[in-house]
């Protein structure tokens, strides 16, 4: 994890501009560098690094003596760097797993690249023998990427929108700052006056596909039929492939675990797999809550089953209303449900960052979106699938920003194992009917893959879906209910009868979301597209994310 910035063609003095790349430093914590590019006017990359492999050659932008008119700047990780190298017997002059990428494009291209690219990633690659600048990001956009481009092609690239914001153009009003699509690559005529011109944007990888990569990592024990025990053995082969790559580090790894199905699988699989990678320390597993809150519970049961090193962070409704406002500028967001869930994991990474030696994160985001974990009332089996893509499309917007942004303003790296690709792609090709809801307990067929394994308790294994920033305090009184009755005594009904017109796009509809939305335009005036809708489940009357708030949610009277 690190933060990237680069200019092509700027309109002012780069010392000037530069101090905006300072905005990201929270990223890459280690150690930064501004370097600008030869003959080329105005144009330069900015680089925060967060050293996790190779420390002594990881800075950047990366160039190599083979390829002289090559500069990559890229954040992320690439799980079959190696296999690559050896498969193409490529020479390798350091050991970072970015240089790949540079090998790669010299012998097929840049679309090729990419597809081959096994990881999490977003890249800034500059060839200026052939005057070219490409953009990139991997399939979730699980690494983040933010453009800003003039009419008369001024280029600005930046890890988060906030390195952006103050960038000065010749425009008379601000440019648009814009979200690079996850999955996508974008070519760049550069001119010698350093301005670019885009002349195409494609997609190297979607989430229905299997990703080119895998034709170079067999798997043994895959079958090809959709007979149940098969389905069930693959489900446990390539969960187990996606934890075992993503281990590589020369920094000491930790997990979130909440106590729910998604962060106990993870933690469990991680630990067992440690163990048999011989990594010389134990597992920190990490959870946060009130002392009697249904995560706290769960996750002292999971953390003793599987003997990792268990640390518990203390939250109060109290220190979660004062996070706000520092967690909704990390964000860039104004969606209810991402501010609401990310204050948790905002001061739990805090907690990681002060208190231990932990800077790889695993977590468990992405099932709920890729197994059907808020469906309960689905009109068919075909709607549930088609809506479980549009939601892993959107995961850039709402819970991979949550833990990008809420990790990386603390310096930690995370790795979210159930958005390997393919991973995801193989659970979406099942049969629809396979995929829903059974009995009234969502994600089904993954809890019947991992039954009887001992992985970690089986009350564990089928414990209802809950809304992390629900499950994180007491029943009696949750995050939510708190945070309403903070929000009463700060907008009043006069206020919000005017949201519409003060905040045409997107209107805040309940006091909550007119408390946030004032916060972000403090913050971000006039930039409310960044948002570009409320995340709300779908088959089921909502006015309100949260999980206590839906007619499915029983508490659950044993805790």
Not at 202 to 211: L, N, V, W
Not at 241 to 249: I, N, Q, S, T, Y
Request: hydrophobic letters at 40%; aromatic letters at 12%; proline letters at 4%.
């Amino acid at each position: 994890m690190c933060g990237i910035w680069a200019l092509f063609g700027s309109d002012e003095c780069l010392a000037v501009q530069c101090t905006n790349a300072m905005k990201i430093a929270h990223r890459g914590p280690d150690a930064f560098r501004f370097e600008n590019v030869n003959r080329f006017t105005n144009c330069c990359f900015g680089f925060h690094h967060l050293a996790i492999v190779d420390q002594l050659s990881g800075m950047q932008p990366l160039r190599v003596k083979e390829f002289p008119y090559l500069w990559l700047c890229y954040n992320g990780e690439i799980y079959n760097h190696i296999r690559l190298k050896n498969h193409f017997e490529f020479e390798h002059q350091t050991k970072v797993y970015g240089e790949i990428l540079l090998h790669l494009y010299d012998r097929f291209g840049i679309k090729k690249m990419a597809s081959m690219l096994d990881g999490v990633f977003a890249f800034i690659l500059l060839d200026t023998a052939n005057r070219k600048v490409f953009l990139g990001r991997d399939t979730y956009g699980v690494r983040p990427l933010f453009t800003l481009l003039t009419d008369d092609g001024f280029l600005a690239v930046c890890s988060e929108a906030k390195g952006l914001v103050e960038i000065k153009t010749s425009m008379s009003t601000p440019a648009k700052i814009t979200a690079f699509p996850p999955g996508h690559f974008e070519v760049f005529d550069l001119k010698l006056n350093g301005k670019v011109q885009s002349f195409q944007i494609d997609r190297f990888h979607c989430c229905t596909e299997e990703p080119k990569h895998a034709d170079f990592n067999n798997l043994e024990g895959l079958g090809t039929d959709f007979e149940l025990e098969t389905v069930k053995s693959n489900i446990r082969i390539l969960f187990e492939d996606a934890v075992k790559k993503r281990l590589m580090a020369h920094r000491r790894i930790g997990c979130f675990l909440s106590g729910g199905l998604d962060s106990s699988l993870v933690a469990a699989t991680l630990v067992k797999l440690a163990k048999q990678e011989q990594l010389q320390y134990p597992i920190q597993t990490f959870s946060i809550g009130a002392e009697d809150s249904p995560d706290a519970i769960a996750a002292r049961k999971v953390a003793a089953h599987i003997n990792s090193e268990h640390h518990e962070v203390n939250f109060t409704p109290e220190e979660g209303i004062r996070a706000l406002d520092e967690v909704i500028f990390h964000l860039e967001s104004y969606d209810i449900t991402t501010v609401r869930a990310s204050v948790g994991v905002y001061l739990i990474s805090k907690y990681i960052r002060e208190k231990t030696d932990t800077i790889v994160i695993f977590s468990g985001e992405g099932l709920d979106e890729l197994t059907q974990g808020y469906f309960h009332k689905t009109p068919s089996p075909k709607a549930a699938a088609e809506d479980s893509v549009r939601l892993m499309k959107e995961l850039h917007l709402f819970d991979v920003l949550r833990l990008d942004r809420t990790t990386a303003a603390h310096g930690l790296e995370l790795r979210v194992p159930f958005l390997d690709h393919r991973f995801t792609a193989y659970y979406l090709s099942l049969p629809e009917e396979m995929q829903v809801p059974k009995n009234g307990v969502e994600k089904h067929l993954l809890r019947e893959s991992f039954k009887g394994l001992n992985l970690f308790p089986d009350e564990i294994l089928w414990r209802r879906k809950e809304a992390f920033s629900d499950s994180m305090t007491s029943l009696k009184k949750s995050w939510y209910t708190s945070l309403q009755e903070h929000i009463k005594s700060k907008v009043n009904d006069s206020q919000l009868e005017k949201a519409s017109k003060l905040f045409p796009f997107n209107p805040p509809t309940t006091k909550e979301g007119f408390f946030i939305r004032q916060i972000f335009e403090k913050h971000y005036p006039g930039r409310s597209e960044w948002t570009p809708h409320y995340w709300m489940p779908r088959w089921i009357k909502a006015t309100d994310p949260s999980a206590r708030t839906l007619s499915i949610y029983k508490p659950d009277k044993e805790q």
